[in-house]
């Protein structure tokens, strides 16, 4: 059985890209503020931009805004996505914006209607509630989660910034204990649970040290991270502390710039060729 990060990672090598395109069909976006609209706005990004998506990343918050009918273009969005993934022979994942968290039936539920009603491929998730709030997401290793851990809103460190008590430092970053981060426990945890490769973390690309400290937690987890772009996150900042030494293991989301591109597949084609420049300059050692 194939893994929700193996699945990534074939994708990523298909396209030579690790751009993730945000769905967001905010009603100030649209010609009219209807669902109809809302699944063509989103249509025509799929179509301009499947060629370099590593992944797309749907925001259920802007379907669901839209009732019955939001909810039901949502679906359409990810059929059409599964149709671009035919044409062009290469299977692109999506990603559930959801950021659901809670427990039991209740989690098992969320589970089914993001897997198995909508299509998604991976969801993203409040990790909060503790490991047993994830286990109906990460039960079948051929779905994945992304769990929030550093996120790039303002009110972020109101708690992921709170420390806890001193901690053995880990491999690789020297002797003795610190004090750590609540985010970069988050990340330790989740390197721990990736028992069925299927775990990534949510770590905005606007905070490079960050994103430093977490890859120091989480060697091996793909990052899912927003902030380049609208947010002013600098891109090849962000890459040099966050990519893997494989030269994957992160997804740059990219929403409101390339949805407001006068030519959104020529702006898509282009971060990713941005990426590509930065890493063979990372790779040669230049700047």
């Given at each position: 059985m194939e893994s929700f990060a193996t699945f990534l990672e074939k994708r990523v090598d298909d396209c030579s890209s690790l751009v993730c395109i945000g769905l967001d069909p905010h009603p100030d976006d649209l010609p009219v503020p209807t669902a109809a609209s809302a699944l063509d706005f989103c249509l025509r990004l799929v179509k301009q931009t499947a060629p370099y998506a590593a992944a797309f990343k749907p925001n259920a918050a802007f379907f669901e805004f839209f009732g019955p009918e939001g909810w039901t273009a949502l679906k359409q969005v990810i059929v059409a996505i599964q149709a671009e993934s035919d044409r062009l022979g290469s299977r692109i994942p999506v990603i559930l914006d959801a950021k659901r968290g809670d427990i039991a039936s209740t989690a098992e539920a969320y589970a089914r209607s993001a897997f198995e009603h909508l299509g998604a491929h991976a969801i993203t998730l409040n990790p909060y509630l503790g490991k047993d709030s994830l286990e109906p997401f990460i039960r079948n290793a051929e779905k994945g989660v992304f769990l929030l851990c550093k996120t790039s809103n303002p009110g972020a460190g109101d708690l992921q910034d709170l420390t806890l008590t001193p901690t053995p430092l880990p491999a690789g970053e020297g002797q003795g204990v610190r004090a750590i981060y609540l985010y970069e426990h988050v990340a330790h945890l989740a390197q721990t649970w990736n028992t069925g490769d299927n775990i990534g973390l949510v770590v905005g690309?606007?905070?490079?040290?960050?994103?430093?400290?977490?890859?120091?937690?989480?060697?091996?987890?793909?990052?899912?991270?927003?902030?380049?772009?609208?947010?002013?996150?600098?891109?090849?900042?962000?890459?040099?502390?966050?990519?893997?030494?494989?030269?994957?293991?992160?997804?740059?989301?990219?929403?409101?710039?390339?949805?407001?591109?006068?030519?959104?597949?020529?702006?898509?084609?282009?971060?990713?060729?941005?990426?590509?420049?930065?890493?063979?300059?990372?790779?040669?050692?230049?700047?």
């Open positions: 690309a606007t905070q490079p040290e960050a994103l430093t400290r977490v890859r120091a937690a989480a060697p091996d987890l793909w990052f899912l991270s927003p902030g380049v772009g609208a947010q002013s996150g600098d891109l090849e900042t962000a890459l040099r502390a966050g990519l893997r030494a494989d030269g994957k293991g992160m997804l740059i989301n990219v929403s409101r710039s390339i949805a407001r591109a006068e030519n959104p597949g020529l702006a898509a084609a282009e971060l990713r060729d941005e990426i590509i420049a930065i890493k063979y300059r990372m790779d040669h050692g230049s700047r």
